[in-house]
């Protein structure tokens, strides 16, 4: 099992950015897909960024050429940069992991995922 937790958070006005971050412990070694997700309340939990087995990266269309993943510090999945921020963006936004086996994994739906951490609260000002 892999344990995680987001960090990066915050409060910023519109057009500003965040970087958030995701300290990983536990079975690190194993195999994994990973993923950001987000939140707003009422609304479905929905992919921002993945990054699957072959190291590809798919964004939400949503947040497509103003996010970025970037890697961590070791044992840290990749962090989530975050510009261009818009009060739409705002939401409790998750690191998330699904455990992989075979020749390739994705995990770019809620559904899919194995690990979850707590969350980190996100809100964008206009």
């Known amino acids: 099992q892999v344990q995680l937790a987001e960090s990066g958070g915050g409060s910023v006005q519109a057009g500003g950015s965040l970087r958030l971050s995701c300290a990983a412990s536990?079975?690190?070694?194993?195999?994994?897909?990973m993923a950001w997700f987000r939140q707003s309340p009422g609304k479905e939990r929905e992919m921002v960024a993945v990054v699957d087995t072959d190291g590809g990266v798919t964004f939400a269309d949503s947040v497509e050429g103003r996010f970025n993943i970037s890697k961590g510090n070791a044992k840290n999945f990749p962090d989530l940069q975050m510009t261009s921020l818009k009060p739409e963006d705002s939401g409790m936004y998750y690191c998330a992991a699904r455990s992989c086996s075979g020749d390739y994994c994705y995990c770019g739906h809620y559904s899919g995922i194995d690990y979850w951490g707590k969350g980190t609260q996100v809100t964008i000002t206009s």
């Open positions: 536990g079975d690190t070694y194993s195999r994994y897909c």
